[in-house]
């Protein structure tokens, strides 16, 4: 069976293995992109954009651990 292209938030809360309101709050503030659909207005997440944003993540987790060394540089 093929994945579905969109998700509820509470899949990406398990995929991203954090509580729904914090993935809600994520896509109100906009680092998320998100669509509202249907007559509720229910958020649905599409699987490409969440890939896209993990990857987004890695790179600036990247860029920050480079940036905040575990030690200190040997003084010169």
Do not use: C
Not at 24 to 29: A, K, L
Not at 32 to 61: D, M, N, S
């Amino acid at each position: 069976m093929a994945e579905s292209r969109f998700m509820l938030l509470s899949d990406v809360a398990a995929e991203l293995n954090v509580s729904d309101s914090q993935v809600y709050h994520m896509v109100r503030s906009g680092e998320l992109p998100a669509i509202k659909i249907g007559g509720r207005g229910q958020w649905r997440v599409e699987r490409a954009k969440l890939e896209q944003y993990i990857e987004e993540k890695y790179a600036e987790t990247a860029e920050w651990v480079a940036g905040n060394p575990l030690i200190a540089p040997e003084p010169e």
